[in-house]
């Protein structure tokens, strides 16, 4: 099963490069995403079959105009915080906890954080974000936790789980 | 239009210029390998301001290739900063 | 587990194979856009490499891949070889000679052996590079202090 | 029509480029730095790209400006991720205004 979706990946991905449909086109863009499934489908994601609910996909876009409004603030604030000339900086690592459990859901969750307002996520052990902010707005565990990923949590949980 | 674009194009390799500043003043190694890693993005802006001012879509291969060999050299540098062996 | 950070081995899952698939088009697109062999095995062997860096070596088995890669590096010079002296049973007398119909200027399949060539030189740059990474970091554990 | 489009988006792009690049410079430490400079420079190429995509319109040139915007993104977070893991096990401290540190109880 990862093979198979492995290799439509593949011949979609050669397809959209490449963008002609010939005949020699096709059959070298197969033979290519046999070799690719074969050398890499054993390690793809294993629960494949949630790509096919649709509800996924309208939460995936509502999710990208989301992520792209955080990710024009971030610019805007990382810009006020260089062009100042006092440079109001007060930098630190927080421990955030997640609610997510699957490890995709982690990996999209810490990739947002990184594009967010001054925010950049250094590790992660089980289920706790270590997160390097660049102006630390409260002492409040409970707080920073609803700043930093109360954005984006809901949104990726029914994306994903 | 024309010289519009040749004036962004300048800007462009004028930024890359301050992150070669980065990479050989930085006090520590880390700091040169964040020049590097910004040299790299900044690279890939000017082959597709050059796509435009050219008109051949070919360039755009080489911004899509310099990403990828780019990527893999950061992951390399970063994994050598944790004093790790590399087949760890 | 040994590697890198769960992101680092997810985003791996997701991105190994799509650079894969660009190295094969840049090899097999050689003789219409700048590249070739060379790239585009330079990229091909990058997906392996970015692997064993996100997993570490136990997950490979970097010993038998070792071995594993030898032989296709030899399979394809020999290849290059005997398309080099195919020319001989075609009753003319030079190295390179294209015997194949040479197609229209532009499309994928045309300029005769050349896509041929650059299919197995692209092999042939993959495995040696990739073994070139597996000798050093195999053999320096090996070597003397 | 397009091509001021696409200018407008190269412009924006350009700007977002130099905010990174003075981040680099001024901003005093290496967590800082890495902190401007990654998501000002990824967003601005992204939004070259986003001019190319105008420019050319749906061909392919187009697309492939659309299949590299999700690479840039996927590989330039992930590459500053390792980067700034790596540089605190380097031994590389915070800057002098910091104010917190959870992460050294983790590591040990």
Same mark, same amino acid.
């Given at each position: 099963m990862k093979y198979i979706t492995l290799f439509i990946l593949s011949l979609i991905f050669w397809l959209l490069l490449t963008f002609k449909l010939t005949v020699p086109n096709i059959i070298v863009g197969t033979v290519a995403s046999v070799i690719c499934s074969l050398f890499f489908g054993r390690f793809f994601v294993t629960n494949v079959y949630k790509l096919l609910q649709p509800q996924r996909y309208f939460w995936f876009i509502v999710y990208l105009f989301v992520f792209i409004w955080e990710c024009l603030k971030a610019n805007l604030d990382v810009a006020y915080r260089v062009l100042h000339p006092a440079m109001?900086? +007060? %930098?630190? @690592?927080?421990?955030?906890? #997640? @609610?997510?459990?699957?490890?995709? /859901?982690?990996?999209?969750? /810490?990739?947002?954080?990184?594009? #967010? %307002?001054? #925010?950049?996520?250094?590790?992660?052990?089980?289920?706790?974000?270590?997160?390097?902010? @660049?102006?630390? +707005?409260?002492?409040?565990p409970e707080v920073y936790t609803g700043i930093i990923t109360g954005a984006f949590e809901k949104y990726i949980k029914r994306i994903i789980e | 239009m024309s010289n519009y674009l040749n004036i962004l194009l300048y800007v462009q390799i004028g930024l890359s210029v301050i992150c070669l500043y980065r990479i050989i003043i930085g006090p520590t190694i880390p700091d040169r390998m964040v020049g590097v890693d910004i040299f790299g993005i900044l690279v890939v802006g000017i082959c597709a301001i050059i796509a435009i001012q050219t008109e051949r879509s070919y360039i755009l291969d080489i911004g899509i290739a310099w990403i990828i060999l780019s990527f893999i050299g950061t992951l390399t540098l970063a994994k050598y900063l944790t004093c790790k062996k590399l087949n760890e | 587990m040994k590697g890198m950070t769960i992101i680092v081995k997810k985003t791996t899952q997701l991105i190994a194979g799509m650079i894969f698939m660009y190295g094969i088009y840049i090899i097999v697109h050689g003789h219409l856009t700048p590249g070739g062999g060379f790239a585009g095995g330079v990229i091909v062997a990058g997906s392996f490499i970015l692997v064993t860096l996100a997993y570490g070596g136990d997950f490979l088995k970097l010993v038998k891949e070792e071995s594993g890669t030898t032989i296709i590096e030899s399979l394809a010079t020999i290849m290059v070889i005997l398309i080099a002296t195919a020319g001989f049973l075609f009753g003319t007398r030079v190295f390179f000679n294209n015997f194949l119909p040479k197609g229209v200027v532009g499309q994928l399949v045309s300029a005769g052996v050349l896509p041929l060539y650059n299919i197995f030189v692209g092999t042939e740059v993959a495995a040696s590079i990739f073994i070139i990474f597996l000798s050093l970091i195999i053999f320096k554990e090996e070597s003397p202090k | 029509m397009n091509n001021m489009i696409s200018l407008i988006f190269i412009t924006i792009g350009i700007l977002f480029n130099l905010l990174g690049c003075i981040g680099i410079i001024r901003l005093p430490d290496t967590y800082n730095r890495l902190q401007a400079a990654t998501k000002c420079v990824t967003l601005g190429c992204c939004s070259i790209f986003l001019g190319v995509l105008f420019h050319f319109g749906f061909s392919d040139a187009g697309v492939k400006a659309l299949v590299a915007i999700p690479i840039l993104f996927f590989t330039s977070t992930v590459g500053a991720h390792a980067l700034i893991r790596g540089t605190y096990h380097f031994g590389i401290k915070l800057g002098e205004k910091s104010v917190k540190d959870d992460y050294k109880d983790a590591v040990q």
């Open positions: 109001p900086i +007060r %930098p630190g @690592i927080v421990k955030v906890k #997640t @609610i997510l459990k699957s490890d995709l /859901a982690k990996m999209l969750l /810490a990739n947002s954080i990184t594009m #967010t %307002p001054g #925010t950049i996520s250094v590790d992660i052990i089980d289920d706790n974000l270590y997160i390097h902010w @660049i102006y630390i +707005r409260s002492e409040d | - | - | -």
